[in-house]
């Protein structure tokens, strides 16, 4: 099921105003956005199971997931529980599930709770019965026994909503390489003055989801020049 506010995710359609339960697309066809409202909205996939492209991403919001203790050591074993859920509800081996980055066994996750991640080399089932499991109750109550057991507490807002299963090829995310030059004039009540140049080159990874987007940076090196003239009067 679903929240009342939620619209209905990819791969399936409601015609009930505020519905808590949406309705799966007939086999062959699929809607690829969210909110479909009329079972016309499911069209004819290009092959019978919808997966063509072999691999799907799987967008999952946890709520109350920041209200949980998060050290470090903590964060990277809920990716790997959330790999395996993952896993275990598209039959498949957990290291056919890789974050955007293409690291097997894990998911991307930020600490909103947005989780995301694909799944690779899927065939012999069709994405009609893989929403079914995957928007499924039981998979949702998964995710959140996988919380508790790694966290340890249970939060009372702790919840797993907004679900979507979408065919997708798999196109892992590349870092990208931004430079910044910054100048600035300083001058002193005496009769000298200074010109200040710094020049900043930064490594990020931009992470982009339905849903999200993560901006990690750090600079890797910087250079500062100092040029110096004054006089007296």
Not at 4 to 10: G, K, L, Q, R
Not at 32 to 48: F, I, M, P, Q, T
Not at 214 to 227: F, G, Q, T
Request: hydrophobic share 40%; glycine share 6%; charged share 15%.
């Amino acid at each position: 099921g679903v929240d009342s506010c939620v619209a209905c995710p990819a791969g399936t359609w409601t015609d009930e105003f505020e519905a808590t339960a949406c309705k799966i697309c007939p086999a062959g066809k699929w809607s690829h956005s969210s909110g479909a409202r009329l079972e016309g909205n499911c069209v004819s996939c290009s092959d019978s199971s919808c997966l063509a492209e072999g691999s799907a991403r799987v967008s999952i919001g946890l709520r109350g997931l920041q209200h949980q203790p998060s050290p470090s050591i903590e964060q990277a074993d809920l990716r790997v529980a959330f790999a395996r859920d993952i896993a275990l509800a598209a039959g498949v081996d957990v290291s056919l599930v890789v974050d955007l980055m293409g690291q097997n066994s894990t998911v991307t996750m930020d600490q909103g709770g947005s989780i995301s991640a694909f799944v690779l080399e899927l065939g012999g089932i069709s994405a009609n019965d893989l929403s079914k499991k995957f928007y499924s109750a039981s998979f949702r109550e998964t995710l959140v026994n996988s919380t508790v057991a790694v966290s340890g507490s249970r939060s009372a807002h702790l919840s797993a909503v907004a679900i979507t299963f979408k065919p997708e090829q798999f196109v892992p995310l590349q870092p990208t390489t931004t430079s910044v030059t910054s100048t600035s004039t300083a001058t002193s009540t005496s009769t000298s003055s200074s010109t200040f140049t710094r020049t900043m080159t930064f490594t990020s990874t931009e992470l982009t989801s339905d849903a999200t987007t993560i901006l990690v940076a750090s600079p890797s090196w910087w250079l500062l020049v100092v040029a110096s003239v004054g006089s007296r009067a």
